[in-house]
């Protein structure tokens, strides 16, 4: 293989992928995880973290944008966000591309992963960490979530949390979500990553049990990001009052598309309505 040292990660017993590495850029084991960043021969700037791929220059507008546009459009605009996790600035990047959003609030445990992301992936925030409206928290999420002021906040949650392993693990759980449904305004929105469903089916359908018992709203869409092991990435929505499926036409996505100027590469007001159609295999999967 092409490149100075191979990067391999294997999340399947028996199934695993290897970068090419042309130079490392950082590598450090942080106080809660093992953190790599290295040049690759095919992907651009890679992000590891605990041996998992969490995002590549080549691909991330496929998930970032994914996680946020479609919230956005479909509410016509939010005012204030929280990010789960996150710590590289790109979904952060793609919520305040709308000039609307007055905060966000960017919430990951591990302030190392935000300070190399700052000073090693600019091509991934695109400056995003200047922008005053962004507030960086390198606190746990799980508390941030249980203060007083975060209680009916936020018009969208992202979470953007990596595999249930570690220290994301109690990201995952009823009492994570049930913090998160008291921060969230009556019409907000949040999204989680919910993995690859054909290859981790029990995670998708637990996360959809678990947002079922709590939410009267919930309901999954797709993006598709090649460096993602399988590819197709399940991303699961909930709201205690927005059906965000049903919140908006292909004609009003259009209209706030072309208003909001905002340039993407991957979403779009068609791309929007086509990520709601799950495939049987998936549809078999919802508890």
Same mark, same amino acid.
């Given at each position: 293989m092409t490149g100075t040292r191979t990067v391999s990660e294997t999340l399947y017993d028996g199934y695993a992928q290897q970068f090419g590495a042309t130079a490392v850029v950082a590598e450090e084991k942080t106080a809660f995880q093992d953190l790599l960043i290295f040049d690759s021969v095919m992907h651009g700037? $890679?992000? !590891?973290?605990?041996?998992?791929?969490? @995002? &590549?220059?080549?691909?991330e507008f496929t998930y970032s944008e994914m996680l946020a546009q479609p919230a956005i459009f479909a509410l016509d605009g939010i005012e204030h =966000?929280?990010?789960?996790?996150?710590?590289?600035?790109?979904?952060?990047?793609?919520?305040? %591309?709308?000039?609307? !959003? %007055?905060?966000?609030?960017?919430?990951d445990i591990d302030g190392r992963v935000i300070e190399l992301s700052k000073q090693h992936l600019p091509k $991934?925030?695109?400056?995003?960490?200047? /922008?005053?409206? @962004?507030? !960086?928290?390198?606190? /746990? =999420?799980? /508390?941030?979530? *249980?203060?007083?002021? =975060? %209680?009916?906040?936020?018009?969208?949650?992202? =979470? /953007?949390?990596?595999?249930? $392993?570690?220290? *994301?693990?109690?990201?995952?759980?009823? &009492?994570f979500y049930g913090r998160l449904k008291d921060a969230m305004t009556d019409r907000g929105v949040a999204v989680f990553q919910t993995g690859v469903p054909i290859y981790q089916p029990q995670e998708f359908t637990d996360t959809l049990t678990l947002l079922g018992g709590l939410f009267p709203n919930i309901g999954t869409y797709l993006t598709v990001t090649p460096t993602y092991i399988g590819g197709q990435m399940a991303l699961t929505w909930a709201s205690k009052a927005t059906d965000l499926e049903a919140a908006a036409g292909v004609e009003d996505l259009s209209r706030r598309f072309a208003d909001a100027k905002v340039r993407t590469k991957y979403y779009s007001p068609s791309v929007h309505m086509a990520a709601f159609a799950l495939p049987p295999f998936m549809e078999d999967l919802i508890p």
């Open positions: 700037r $890679v992000l !590891v973290l605990d041996g998992i791929i969490q @995002l &590549t220059e080549l691909d =966000a929280m990010i789960v996790g996150g710590g590289d600035g790109a979904v952060a990047e793609e919520i305040l %591309k709308h000039s609307g !959003v %007055k905060s966000v609030d960017l919430v $991934v925030h695109n400056g995003v960490f200047d /922008d005053p409206r @962004l507030n !960086v928290h390198a606190v /746990d =999420a799980f /508390d941030f979530l *249980a203060a007083p002021e =975060a %209680k009916g906040r936020y018009d969208l949650i992202i =979470a /953007d949390r990596p595999d249930p $392993v570690g220290p *994301a693990e109690i990201l995952f759980g009823e &009492t």
